[in-house]
């Protein structure tokens, strides 16, 4: 899905007039039978983690496009980042195809894998146990000493 806000520009790139976010949703489903499998990433980052004679082989999702939603579900939008892949499981996984880290880098930064993964679970954590859980917490009131790496953007 490609959403674009032309109220306000870019915070990631002031020279774009509007806001864009591509983002996907997953949800249980009701029915795949009539519904393709999901590709794992759209195709130009797929040609960019395995180009040809990469011998890298991308995982097999277990979704599926366009099939009826299993009746009524909270929808959970996160983005791993901007013109880099930090804060995504590819920090672990793709170091494991012995691909140099100078190469990664460009990609997926300079956070560790690990470090990567903490940070993600402390976020997701806070957020179910605000909006789904109902419970207070500070995680997601601002910038937090405990995880530098996050900014909050207006």
Known sequence: MHLVDRSRPDPWVPAQSARELMIQLWYPARDVRRSP????????????????????????????????????????LYSPGFGHLSFTDYQVLLPQTGAAPADLEPALGTIDGGRSVRVQRAYLLAFADRYLGGRGGTLLSGPSAGYPEMRFLP
């Open 37 to 76: 499998r999901a590709p794992w990433v759209g195709p130009a980052l797929a040609a960019l983690l395995n180009p040809p004679g990469s011998g890298f082989e991308l995982p097999v999702t277990h979704a599926h496009t366009g099939a009826p939603a299993a009746g009524r579900r909270p929808v959970v």
